[in-house]
């Protein structure tokens, strides 16, 4: 090779050298780069031999094909989203407080004195109904000890007759009834009160949410004791083992106790068990913490709701009166992040803070009271993660029992959110005086979503969930919750506030005579 100048760098054991061929001026120059001088002579080398550098090496795909070696981190982008969102609601609060000045009034609001009293007696009241059920669960105990002692002492065995067995099953029914009316009642009256007799919102959606926690309290109690007390009576191999292991720590009827049915009052749970996995000692720094959190993101949920959340409802009254869509349409974008941001501190300040600070309290050791619902690949998965304890409930009590009674898994599914649909209108209808079918039909439209996003979900790849995931966002934060809190407030404005007021003004009705 005709080269007036060759270079090369050789490797061997632990020495590096760099060697300049000179074929003009005869001799060559090597430059022996040791370990013990790596870094400076690495810099000469730099410096001699800027020039020649391989840069390009080996074969390597761009960082965001989808033939990358490793997936890229967004850690970047995840803190420029965070910026822009922060400065972008900054925008907003900016201009809130130049358009609508300060809307925070503590003395102003609309608690009338007859709300109070009746909220407060309604808490004190509501969980009668437990005991109440208590006692029947008492007389049914007692009876089968009863039961259980005559088919011992005949015959040595110690399954019950037949004909010891209808009686039981009879005095069962009368006992079924006797719950059924219980709790039944415990949800008609008090929402009845509610709807009727509360005027305030909060206070009323306060009461009714507690009203529909007790009854599904009972209703968990009533039913977990009936099987408790079938596998009681029949003692024989198959049935005593489909009973988990953890009851037989308190075996029933011993479970039968008024400071059983306490805990399981305060307990964070909808579903009854005999026993429950404790924690140690109650940290009551823990607990303060937590309450702490409570009272702070209340303090912000109220705040956000009076000064970006109120006007931006109050100014889609006239939209909805004059079924202006395109403005309504604007009206849910600029709602959907307010409502957002309100819906997530309520969920912190509920699932994270005020459960887990009266876990605490109790030593309650299952803790597990949502999982990652936002990485949800569609409804399905988010139904199932985000409120643990309503689902438990549902899925022990009505989807399992159909289940085993032969109905398949679609119907079964679609029992389940017919029941929660007629929870949820109670909850959000009672309160508001407007039971209009709206949070129903919410509920009930989640089963073809469910489905729709389902095909995502079983797509192979990456792809299929973030499509799902995308899927659930845009019908959680757009379609969902602002469209309702849209239609229940004009709906309360419409019955008590100023679009009635105004609808007087234009239809005024004649004056008898």
């Not at 489909?242 to 306490?262: D, K, V």
Request: charged share 15%.
């Amino acid at each position: 090779m005709d080269s007036a100048t060759a270079t090369g760098l050789e490797t061997s054991n632990g020495t590096a050298s760099l060697r300049r061929v000179d074929a003009a001026n005869g001799p060559s120059a090597t430059v022996t780069v040791s370990n013990g001088h790596a870094g400076k002579d690495k810099t000469f080398a730099i410096k001699k031999y800027r020039h020649v550098t391989a840069v390009h090496s080996q074969s390597r795909p761009s960082t965001l094909s989808h033939d990358a070696r490793a997936p890229p981190s967004f850690l970047g982008f995840r803190n420029l989203m965070v910026i822009v969102l922060v400065v972008g609601n900054l925008r907003l609060v900016i201009e809130n407080m130049q358009k609508y000045g300060n809307l925070i009034c503590i003395t102003c609001h609309d608690f009338r004195r007859q709300d109070i009293i009746l909220g407060f007696l309604l808490y004190i009241l509501v969980p009668c109904h437990l005991f109440i059920a208590y006692s029947f669960e008492w007389y049914a105990a007692k009876q089968a000890r009863i039961s259980r002692a005559q088919s011992s002492s005949k015959g040595g065995s110690t399954s019950p007759t037949e004909d010891q067995q209808a009686k039981f099953e009879s005095k069962w029914r009368s006992i079924r009834r006797a719950h059924l009316i219980n709790a039944t009642l415990a949800l008609a009256i008090h929402s009845w009160v509610v709807y009727f007799h509360i005027h305030h919102p909060l206070i009323g959606t306060i009461t009714e949410l507690h009203v529909i926690i007790v009854y599904m309290k009972v209703v968990s109690y009533a039913l977990t004791n009936r099987d408790l007390r079938h596998a009681y009576l029949h003692p024989i191999k198959g049935e005593l083992a489909l009973l988990p292991e953890l009851y037989a720590q308190c075996p029933y009827p011993q479970n039968i106790t008024m400071g059983n049915l306490t805990y399981f009052w305060w307990a964070p749970t909808l579903v009854y068990q005999p026993v429950y996995p404790r924690s140690g000692n109650t940290r009551w720094i823990f607990v303060l913490k937590r309450l702490g959190e409570v009272v702070c993101l209340s303090v912000f949920i109220w705040f956000c709701s009076a000064q970006y959340a109120a006007p931006v409802l109050w100014n889609s009254l006239d939209k909805i009166d004059h079924l202006d869509l395109v403005s309504i349409v604007e009206r849910l974008l600029k709602l959907s992040t307010i409502s957002l941001i309100i819906w997530l501190a309520g969920f912190f300040a509920l699932f994270q803070s005020a459960l887990n600070a009266l876990a605490e309290i109790m030593r309650f050791g299952d803790r597990s009271f949502y999982d990652d619902w936002w990485n949800s690949a569609g409804l399905g998965d988010y139904w199932r993660l985000w409120n643990k304890p309503v689902y438990q409930f549902m899925k022990r009590h009505v989807f399992s029992p159909l289940i085993g009674r032969g109905w398949s898994m679609t119907s079964a599914s679609i029992a389940v959110f017919f029941v929660s649909a007629v929870l949820h209108e109670l909850l959000v209808g009672i309160p508001t005086k407007n039971i209009i079918g709206v949070a129903f039909m919410g509920m009930m439209v989640q089963i073809p979503l469910i489905w729709i996003t389902r095909i995502f979900e079983k797509m192979k790849g990456p792809n299929g969930r973030l499509i799902g995931n995308c899927i659930f966002w845009v019908s959680f934060t757009v379609l969902g919750q602002p469209f309702a809190a849209l239609i229940y407030f004009y709906a309360w404005q419409a019955k008590y506030g100023s679009v009635a007021k105004r609808m007087a003004v234009l239809n005024p009705q004649p004056m008898p005579h």
